[in-house]
């Protein structure tokens, strides 16, 4: 780890190591985790992880999203989209309502959005469904806000409709583990993600990814983020969209 990163690390595990908390020294954190002890593993990722995001973010992915929709998705079988670190939802919500916009529900028999994160508080988070004004009102448009959301007046909520909420499974995934996918995806959104990992352990996730596509699916980076110096076997169709060869 390089010194910011030993830095915030150990800043995030104060809620955990030092006098008078559940653990004196990180030596009896690092013990506890050895042994195996589950409560204290996922607290030790939900303290670690980070979980910044908002509805709509980076809106150039939805709109290649709905462009997937209008042009690709016709003639697909089915049609299996992963937003491959979900946090607390927003990103697969706003999946949701993207392909709910195009018709996914009337048009496709059988369409489906996994969301998948390593930290289980911010699964039971987007699980539920409930967002403060301040983290929707100004990223989701009025018309939308009312057809995929439930308003509550008094503590200023927003819940997401169970109509949208069929469209989406969350599950834990630790990206490094293997994947159970049945099912080969049509686009993957891994936005902001591999920024978290070297470029050794980049290298095995893409090319884990690259083999959950489809033949001619696409994988979606933040728009920050470049693949350079890291070896993969996607062809770059934009800056920050990645597509996998359709012979293979």
Known sequence: MRDYKKYLMEYRLQKLVGPGKRFERYEDLYKALQSGNGKVRVEFVNILTTNYTYFYREEVHFQFLAYYMRTKAPVQPYLRFWSAASSTGEEAYSMAITVAEEGAQKNFRDVKILATDI????????????????????????????????FDPNTHTFTVRESLKTLVAFRYLNLMEPYPFQKQFDVVFLRN????FDTR??????????????????????LSESLVGVRHSFTTLKHSIYRKDESV
Do not use: Q
């Open 119 to 150: 930290s289980l508080r911010v699964l039971e988070f987007a699980l539920e469904g409930v967002y403060p004004y301040n983290r929707i009102g100004k990223h989701v448009p009025d018309n939308l806000l009312r057809k995929y959301f439930y």
């Open 201 to 222: 352990e980049k290298e095995h996730i893409l090319y884990k990814v690259y083999s959950a596509l489809k033949p001619g699916g696409y994988m979606v980076l933040g």
């Open 193 to 196: 993600v591999l920024i978290y």
